[in-house]
């Protein structure tokens, strides 16, 4: 079995540590960039995925991260705000990112067959080279519905498509960013039979809420029992998506350490706030160990977003302090 095969066959916590420590070696030896950056450190061969170096993820703004001999079927930018510098992530397979986003939309979201999909993402539409724009139409198109479709800020618009949708008898999932969803909240637009996923970011459009306050309002004007979030970034080909209680599941290929914020080699317990060390072994041919500037919180095989260092850049990707 290869190794891409082996990282989406993962069922248990033993086989992602083996294939965790694989990819490790591949990517140490065909990544130059996080190969220097091992080196770097001095330290000795990971034992356990706690012993593996995580790379800043500040590198994807000045450099890129690709293994050797291949060269990018996508090119993904981060989104911001004007005159920010964007992160830069080279894709080599776009059929590896396909398979992982699909599988986990079917496994927390249900098959996109039975959905009809509305993308309420116009910073993202507008800017360009969006990760999320290139997933969710990915799965527009497998929902095969003439309805789904990307809509930008015309919130009429959103209203007669749920309404359309609803009467299909489908499922209806709105992907929203936050900024967007909130304006279409303050109409008293009732969505009440759709899953809402937000998908974060203000954008310097509003002022910035804790996720609670955000999902509070979203709840109350669109109606809805509760509000879902989709946490994902440039930087990665996997995503995770939140229950009712905030709590958010990673595909099985994907896994969340909380470091300690002054010892990127520490990690705090499970229930204390640290900084968010991502592995995402489906970014096979770019870098798998990723540390963000994320804070979270572990609550047994689940995760919280807790919000952002202080000195981070505002992005798009589900970063709120909390």
């Not at 001999?69 to 080599?92: K, Y």
């Not at 709105?174 to 303050?186: R, W």
């Not at 994902?232 to 905030?246: H, P, V, W």
Request: charged content about 25%.
């Amino acid at each position: 079995m290869n190794l891409e095969e082996k990282i989406f066959s993962i069922s248990n916590s033993d086989e992602f540590c083996s294939v965790a420590l694989e990819v490790y070696r591949f990517q140490k030896e065909n990544c130059q960039v996080y190969g220097e950056f091992i080196r770097s450190m001095g330290r000795p061969d990971p034992i356990t995925v706690k012993d593996i170096p995580f790379l800043p993820i500040s590198f994807f703004k000045n450099t890129d991260i690709l293994a050797r001999d291949l060269l990018p079927e996508l090119t993904f930018l981060s989104s911001g705000t004007t005159g920010m510098e964007r992160s830069r992530h080279l894709v080599a397979k776009s059929s590896v990112y396909i398979r992982s986003f699909v599988h986990t939309y079917r496994k927390y979201m249900g098959d996109p067959e039975n959905h009809v999909i509305l993308a309420l993402l116009p910073n993202y539409t507008e800017q360009g080279h969006s990760s999320l724009v290139y997933m969710v139409e990915h799965l527009i198109q497998l929902s095969g519905s003439p309805l789904s479709r990307f809509m930008l800020q015309d919130l009429n618009e959103v209203k007669n498509s749920y309404d359309k949708a609803i009467l299909t008898g489908r499922k209806v999932i709105v992907f929203g960013v936050s900024y967007a969803l909130l304006d279409l909240a303050e109409t008293g637009t009732d969505l009440s039979q759709a899953i809402i996923i937000e998908t974060g970011g203000m954008k310097g459009r509003r002022r910035e809420r804790t996720k609670e306050e955000l999902h509070k309002e979203l709840i109350q004007g669109l109606k809805v029992p509760f509000v879902s979030s989709e946490y994902g970034m440039t930087e990665l080909l996997s995503q995770a998506y939140s229950d009712k209680d905030g709590l958010f599941t990673c595909p099985n290929w994907m896994q969340i350490l909380c470091r300690d914020v002054n010892d990127p080699f520490h990690y705090v317990a499970e229930g204390k706030t640290g900084g968010m060390n991502l592995i995402d072994l489906a970014n096979l041919y770019s870098c798998s160990f990723i540390a963000t500037q994320d804070l979270g919180r572990i609550e047994g095989s689940s995760f919280r977003i807790m919000g952002r260092f202080d000195h981070a850049d505002l992005r798009g990707c589900n970063l709120m302090v909390e």
